[in-house]
């Protein structure tokens, strides 16, 4: 039976595309028949033929060496760089929470271990208008366990617990943390990843240092924290 896990972070910009690749790479160079789907994706990229790109897919599908055009791994597509709720405001096409469930099943369906990764982070609006669907509702509708992946700089302390918090308040298991650009020398990092884990009460399963092209994580423990 297939598996999978949500990736959400404490904001955008943290690294959740990168640490995502680094993941479904992982697996599969061991062998494991993995893949990545993303509910809904903004700031597509034009290319010279007039073709929209989505980047975060396209950077997961080369780095993991996913054999899957990157638009086949997205439901929802947007050109605006900005939350998918206010981008299909402005280019139509919403979300149907019934297409991205029937989307992810065919992922399952493809993949032993399928990585869905979110927009943005966990408070983000997808579709905001005669209808409301946030990534928790997606979330709760396939019925995922998540992967919280926290920058381990200043202020990581506050972003990621509350992260942490907000999921496990609205009844989303968390199965770990990623510190992504963790310097172990850095006291102030290491510290950050000392009470990150204290406060919370959820284990940082790996943290990823600048510019990393491993994820530092053992296999079997990956594919335990898969459900």
């Known amino acids: 039976m297939s598996k999978g896990i949500f990736i959400t972070a404490t904001g955008t910009d943290v690294g959740k595309t990168y640490v995502t690749a680094l993941l479904v790479k992982k697996l599969r160079d061991a062998g494991v028949n993995a893949g990545y789907y993303k509910a809904a994706l903004s700031g597509a990229e034009e290319q010279p033929d007039g073709s929209w790109l989505p980047g975060d897919a396209a950077f997961v599908a080369q780095t993991a060496g996913i054999p899957a055009k990157p638009e086949e791994l997205v439901s929802y597509i947007y050109k605006t760089a900005v939350s998918p709720h206010l981008a299909a405001l402005r280019e139509g096409n919403p979300v149907e929470m019934s ?22 982070g966990i408070i983000c609006p997808i579709r905001w208008d005669e ?5 928790e509702d997606i979330i709760k509708e396939l019925g995922l366990g998540t992967l919280v992946i926290s920058s381990a700089a200043l202020g990581s302390i506050n972003a990621c617990v ?11 298991p968390v199965r770990g943390i990623i510190l992504n650009n963790y310097d172990a020398d850095d006291f ?9 884990e204290a406060i919370s009460g959820v284990p940082v399963v790996a ?21």
């Open 188 to 196: 102030m990092q290491a510290d950050n990843k000392r009470m990150i």
């Open 162 to 172: 509350l992260t942490v918090y907000y999921l496990q308040q609205h009844g989303i």
């Open 99 to 120: 297409k991205i469930v029937r989307d992810y099943q065919a992922s399952l369906a493809t993949y032993d271990y399928v990585t869905m990764e979110g927009s943005g």
């Open 131 to 135: 209808q409301h669907i946030l990534l």
């Open 207 to 227: 943290a990823v240092k600048p510019n990393a092209q491993e994820l530092d994580i053992d296999v079997q423990f990956l594919q335990s924290l898969f459900k």
